[in-house]
């Protein structure tokens, strides 16, 4: 079992910055990854951006463009959304992602979500 608690969404005009933050407490020694997804209302959750325990690999949506920056603190199990030059598109519920991978199966864990909203 993993308890994530997310904070650091508000409201920011177009252009601005924003930093969501995400600490998992529980089974922490089985997350394999860490991540941000997003949700528009009348949209399917999408992918933001994740980063791999082991070897460190990071993806991110295309839609990012350079302009977000994932980072994690192991040692406080805490995963960061650096998110800059945002746009009203971006305007979304985030949602922080932690997978544990055990020996025959991957489960995901899911924040409560944060709202972000830009402003034009």
């Known amino acids: 079992q993993v308890q994530l608690v997310e904070s650091g969404g508000g409201l920011v005009q177009a252009g601005g910055s924003l930093r969501l933050s995400c600490a998992a407490s529980g089974t922490t020694s089985s997350i394999s990854a860490m991540g941000w997804y997003r949700q528009s209302p009348g949209k399917p959750r999408e992918l933001v951006a994740s980063t791999k325990t082991s070897g460190g690999l990071t993806i991110y949506a295309d839609f990012v463009q350079g302009r977000f920056t994932i980072s994690r603190d192991n040692a406080k199990n805490t995963v960061f959304l650096q998110m800059n030059s945002l746009k009203p598109e971006d305007t979304a519920l985030y949602y922080c992602?932690?997978?544990?991978?055990?020996?025959?199966?991957?489960?995901?864990?899911w924040g409560q979500g944060t709202q972000v909203t830009v402003s034009s």
């Open positions: 992602n932690v997978r544990l991978s055990g020996r025959f199966s991957d489960r995901d864990y």
